[in-house]
């Protein structure tokens, strides 16, 4: 990730990177190996408390810059990234407009139907977006650039009720209430590079049932748009998801075959996942959120945004 912005078209003046390493990762140390000798300013700072939240508040407070971009640490930045963000936010210089970017799988991996299916409407939700308004919903961290005096007006991340998992969304809906508005660049591109399957799925499921459960308690006029979907799943009858092996060469939009596949599969892995994010949205959830992910698994850690979420 860091190797990319050596490769940026942006001149190497025109931004800073901050490392923000979560307070609860045993190995902040090993940071520092990785930003020695770059082109570009870079720096490593520690969240004051673990969890997403915190981290991006503490970059915020200490960007020296009047832009900030989010972004993770499994998303290599394409050399166009900071050019793409900079010039969109020239072109709607309005204090509430945020540029959203894309995300892509890495294309040193196989992409399987599994990966294809979170990208419509489960981990993101670009194919549906229409024109360049991509809508309050879809301020997915991975990739998202907003003006400094903005975020700090929204009042910048929960880190108390909402420290990781959904806390870009709960930023997003809070900002939309102060005219927030997400405008999508195609061209400012990463590239996701971590592999997913449907039993890592079942493994963070049950946190995404806690968080959401989280997130609509404190915003009750919001439809839980999770449990709606896993719900829905469970009153289906059972399928054998056989055209899930289709979805990676037809889409949606192909007459008659198209959503065919497409149910087949949405039905299968949503059944397949319905009973991890029940569990998760039964448990009691404590009063300041689930825990970091370095507390909760240190070897699969990733300091990356929340998945899916209203649209």
């Known amino acids: 990730m860091l190797d990319g912005y050596e490769e940026q078209t942006a ?6 990177v901050l490392v923000v390493v979560d307070r609860a990762d045993p190995t902040p140390e090993e940071v520092d190996e990785r930003i020695a000798s770059r082109s570009y300013a870079v720096q490593r700072v520690t969240g004051h408390r673990p969890g997403l939240s915190a981290n991006r508040n503490r970059g915020i407070a200490d960007a020296t810059t ?7 640490n499994d998303t290599i930045p394409s050399p166009r990234l900071v050019s793409e963000h900079l010039d969109w936010h020239r072109r709607y210089p309005d204090d509430e407009v945020a540029v959203l970017g894309h995300v892509r799988w890495a294309r040193e991996l196989k992409v399987t139907p599994f990966m294809r299916w979170l990208d419509n409407g489960i ?11 991509a809508g309050w919903g879809r301020f997915y961290g991975a990739n998202v650039s907003a003006k400094r005096s903005f975020l700090e007006r929204v009042g910048g991340f929960d880190e108390e009720r909402l420290p990781y998992g959904y806390e870009d969304l709960d930023f997003a809906y809070r900002a939309s209430r102060l005219g927030l508005r997400v405008l999508y660049n195609r061209r400012a591109e990463v590239e996701h590079l971590r592999e997913m399957d449907l039993e890592f799925w079942k493994a963070r499921v049950g946190r995404l049932g806690r968080v959401e459960k989280t997130f609509v308690a404190k915003h009750p006029e919001i439809p839980p748009y999770f449990y709606n979907l896993f719900a829905d799943a469970t009153r289906r009858p059972r399928t054998r998801g ?8 037809i889409p949606r939009q192909v007459p008659w075959l198209g959503p065919k596949v497409w149910t087949s599969a949405d039905v299968y892995y949503r059944q397949a996942l319905a ?6 949205w039964q448990a009691d959830v404590p009063a300041e959120g689930p825990v970091s992910p370095y507390l909760a698994d240190p070897a699969t850690a990733s300091t990356g945004s929340s998945p899916g979420g209203p649209k």
């Open 66 to 72: 009047h832009l900030v971009l989010f972004t993770d």
């Open 275 to 280: 009973p991890g994010f029940m569990e998760g």
């Open 242 to 249: 056989r055209g899930r092996h289709l979805i990676r060469f």
């Open 123 to 133: 981990q993101f939700d670009y194919p549906n977006i229409q024109g360049i308004e």
């Open 11 to 16: 001149a190497p003046e025109r931004f800073e």
